[in-house]
C-alpha cells in the first residue's frame, strides 16, 4: 500500500486547485498516510528537494476560497525529457514517495502518463547509473499516478466538469452581463472572446447563460463560407426585433469551415462593414483564471481530492492509472491513458476538419447545450402560419422567489413564441391566476431577463384552496389556457399537485402542465438540483469569506444560519465550501450532547491557537436548540477564550442574479417543459409532470407519483442524494491534531 503521497498542481492554474490540494492533504492524513506538497509543479519534482515538503493539517488551512494554487504551478521543459523524468523519478524515491497525485491539464497528465509508463525503465537507468540502491530499485519496481484534471477549459473526456471550469464561468457571465448594459445604452455590437483552447464549453456556456446571440466555437465552424452574411442579417434582425445590444462571443479556437482560425478583429471587421456601425471587441483574457473559486469548484475539488486519496490508497502499484472525474453528479474513476488520448482526439479532428467527429466526441450536455443555443438564437418572432395548430400556453412563477426564475421564463416564452404559440404571463403565482391577472406577452417583454433576479413576473406563495379553484377553473377557460408551465418550488408543486387532484370536479383543469424545480431549498422531488440553489450556494460562500475576514484579528466563533426550510442542502454545500467544522441539519437533528462535544473542541482548538469556529446551522435545525440558543451556550461556554457571534444571511439567499450553472439549467429545462406541453397538446393529452434532473439526465415524472416521493411533513423529497456527502465534509473541517 501507499505509505507517502506527494501532490503537485501543474500547468495552467484553475480556481479550485487549493480545495483540491487540502482534501488530498487532509484526507491522506486522516488514513494516517503521510503527505507532501510538490511545489512549483513538475519543476519541483526535477529540481532538488527544497521544493518536496511535508504537509500538515494546518499547513492547509485558510486556502479553500483562495484561487490559483498555493503550492506553484510551472511550466517545466525538463519534465518533457527523460533525463528530466529520471531526476524526478529519484528525488521521490529518495524523499520515499510511492504514490502521486498530479493536478494539471491534458498536458500535465501526459506527461504523468508518460513517467508512469517509464517508471520500470527510470529505475533500471538509475540503478545502472548507481544513482539508487539495489534496495531502492527493488522496493519502488512501480509507481502509483492518480490524476485530478485542473483546468478552466473543460476539455477533458469523460469528465462532464473540470476544476476551474464553473468560476471561469462565473467570470465570463459577469463580465458579459456588465458589457451588455453598456452595450444597450449605445445600441452597440461587442466581439467578446473567451478562453477555451480546442474546447467551445466556455463560449457555448457563456452565451447561454448570458443570451448572447450568436457563438463561435471549434466543435462546429459556421456551416456556410458567407457566415459573416448570415451572422449580420441574424444581428440585425434582433435590432429589428427591438434588442438595443447585441453580443458575439468568440472561443479562441473558433474557426471557419476551411480551418483558418477566426480572430476577434476579423468578426469585428467584418460586421463594422455590414451592418454600418461601431463594433467593439473585449478580449477577456486571464480574468478568467482568476478570482475566488466559485462554490460548485470548492466542492467539486474536495470531493475529487478525497477520491483521489481512496483511489491511490486502494490501488496495486502496477495498475494503470487513473484520472478522478464527475459523471452523472458522481465521482468516477476514468483510465488515464485512454482519457488523455480521447481528449487528444478532439483536438486532432478540429485540426483534421472532422467537426462532426469532434463533436461526437463532446458529452451529452455539451451537445444538448449547442443545441438549446440554436434554438434560442433562431428563436424571432415570425408570421404566424395559419396552418399550424397555435396553443396558448400560460407561464407563471410559484412560491419563494429563486435566482434563474426569469431565465426559465425568457427561454420558454421565446420559444413559444418562435413557434407561433401565444404565450401568456401569469402575475404573481397562483394569487394572479386566480385574480384573472394574465398577460398576453411578446418578444421584447423578455428582455434582459436572462441574467436577472428575482421574478419579473411576480411570485406569491398562496396555495389555491375552496373557492380559489373556481376562480382558476373560470380564467383558464375565460383565457382559453391549453397548457400551463409552473416554475417554482413547493407550493408550486403542491398547488399543481391539488389542480391535478381537482380535476374530476373542475374538467377545464384537464389541461397539460408541468413543474420546473425553482427554489434555492432544493428541496423538490426527482430533481437533484432546482433552479436557484446554486446562486444561493454562491451567495452563502461569498458571505462567509467576508464573515472570516472580518474576524482575522479575535479569536471568534460565527455561527451562521441558512435557509432552506427543513433541508439541509444548503447547510451542508455551503459548509463543504466554506470549511465549517460543524454543520447542523434537521435531517440529523441536534442533542444536547452534540453541542457540548463541540463546546469542547471548540475550547480545546483555541487553546491551541486557533483563531476562528465556523458553525453552519440549517434554520429549521432544531426547534429548541436554536442559533441564539446555540450562541449563548458558546458565549457562555467559551468564557475568556473565545466570543461568539450569530450571523443570520436571510434572504439575500434569494436575491442575486442567477449563477451561469442555474442559468444554463434554467434554459434547458424550461426548453424541455414547453416541448413537452406542446407534444401533450398536439396528442390531446393532458398529462401532468414534474421535470427534474437525476444521474445526469432529464426525467420527467407523473405529478401522480408526488406525494408518494416526498416527506411532505418536513417538505423535502425522501431520497437526498447529498446526504452522503456529510462525512467527507465533516472529516476534512474538523481541526487538525494539534489542536488535540
Ligand atoms: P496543462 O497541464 O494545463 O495542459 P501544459 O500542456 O503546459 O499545461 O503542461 C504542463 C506541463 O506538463 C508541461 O510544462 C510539462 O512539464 C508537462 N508535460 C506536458 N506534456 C507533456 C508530455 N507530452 N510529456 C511530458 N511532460 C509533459
Redesign the pocket.
Known sequence: MTKRIGILT???DAQGMNAAVRAVVRTALDRGVDVYAIYE??QGLVDDGEYIRKMDWDSVGGILQLGGTVIGSA???A??TREGRRRAAKNLIKAGIDGLIVI?????L??AN?FRQEWPELMQELLAAKEITVEEAAEYPNFSIVGLVG?IDNDFSGTDMTIGADSALHRITEAVDAITSTAASHQRTFVVKVMGRNCGYLALMGALATGADWVLIPEAPPDVENWQDVLAERLKAGRKAGRRDSIVILAEGARDRNGNYIGSSDVAHALEEKLNEEVRVTVLGHVQRGGRPSAFDRNLSTLMGYEAVNSILSAKPEDEPVVIGIRNNRMTRLPMMESVKKTQAVAEAISAGDYERAMSLRSSSFKDAFNTFKTMVRALPRPVDPSKKRFRIAVMNAGAPAPGMNTAGRAAIRLGLDAGHTMLGVRNGFEGLIENDVMEMNWMSVNGWASSGGSVLGTTRRVPKGRDLYAIARVIEDRRIDALLIIGGWNAYESAFILLKERGNFPSFNIPMICLPASINNNLPGSEFSIGADTALNSITDAVDKIKQSAVATRRVFVVEVMGHYCGYLALMGGMATGAERVYMHEEGIKLRDLQTDVENLLKGFETGKRLGLMIRNENANPVYTTDFICSLFEEEGGDVFDVRPAILGHLQQGGDPSPFDRIQATRLSRMCLEYLIDQCEKKNFDSAFIGMQNGRIFFHDMRDFDRMIDAEHQRPKDQWWLELKGIATLLAKQGPNAE
Do not use: V
Open positions: 501543474s500547468g495552467g509543479g513538475y511550466r517545466c521543459e519534465f518533457r494539471g491539464g491534458d498536458g500535465s501526459t506527461g508518460l483546468s
